[in-house]
């Protein structure tokens, strides 16, 4: 009886390990290196829980961009100086100096250069 039961629980303990290692085998590859984001650098726009990274420009380059619609902070770790914003989505009208950190309310502004 006690060989029976030894038997049963290094077969339970096999099959796990093998569904453990098949899910291994399937997950996620790492993202390679050349595509993942460094938040910390350029522009990032952030959620306004203040903590969600949501976009990042890492060399602003004095374009006209969208604005991350549910923005509510951005911060300019490097390559540039200034944000701009507006209301409209091409640039136009009434400009907002932002500087490099500087919190709004979510949907604020249209657009935006940085420079």
Same mark, same amino acid.
């Given at each position: 009886?006690?060989?029976? $039961?030894?038997?049963?629980?290094?077969?339970?303990? /096999?099959?796990?390990?093998? &569904?453990? !290692?098949?899910?291994?085998?399937? &997950?996620?590859?790492?993202?390679?290196?050349?595509?993942?984001?460094?938040?910390? !650098? #350029? @522009? %990032?726009?952030?959620?306004?829980?203040?903590? %969600?990274?949501? &976009?990042?420009?890492?060399?602003?380059? #004095? +374009?006209?961009?969208?604005?991350?619609?549910?923005?509510? @902070?951005?911060? #300019?770790? !490097?390559?540039?100086?200034?944000?701009?914003?507006?209301?409209?989505?091409?640039?136009? *009208?009434?400009?907002? *100096? @932002? *500087? %490099? @950190?500087? !919190?709004?309310?979510?949907? +604020?502004?249209?657009?935006? /250069? $940085?420079?």
């Amino acid at each position: 009886m006690r060989r029976n $039961a030894l038997r049963a629980v290094l077969a339970v303990a /096999t099959v796990a390990g093998i &569904a453990i !290692s098949s899910t291994a085998a399937f &997950a996620e590859p790492a993202e390679p290196a050349e595509f993942a984001i460094d938040w910390e !650098s #350029g @522009l %990032t726009f952030y959620s306004s829980d203040y903590v %969600t990274p949501l &976009a990042n420009f890492p060399a602003p380059d #004095g +374009e006209c961009h969208a604005f991350p619609a549910t923005a509510g @902070l951005l911060v #300019g770790w !490097s390559h540039f100086e200034h944000v701009v914003a507006y209301r409209t989505a091409d640039c136009s *009208g009434y400009a907002f *100096g @932002l *500087g %490099t @950190l500087r !919190s709004f309310q979510p949907g +604020e502004f249209a657009s935006f /250069t $940085a420079y």
